[in-house]
């Protein structure tokens, strides 16, 4: 699965599965080149594991644990 798939690809695909083998309920992944990420700029290849669906996850999960 990982054949002929670039490095991002790769992540991405960790990422899921990680989640779809329920090792994790939520995974992130951003990317960014140096100089970008310096000014807080980066990139989401997949918005179903980007940072604002990630942190929603964690707010619901700590107000479910807060109860």
Do not use: N
């Amino acid at each position: 699965e990982f054949r002929e798939a670039s490095y991002m690809q790769r992540y991405e695909l960790f990422c899921k599965k990680l989640v779809l083998e329920r090792h994790y309920d939520s995974t992130v992944l951003i990317t960014s080149t140096r100089q970008a990420g310096i000014k807080g700029q980066y990139q989401e290849p997949c918005s179903d594991i980007g940072f604002d669906f990630f942190v929603k996850k964690l707010s619901a999960y700590l107000k479910g644990a807060a109860i």
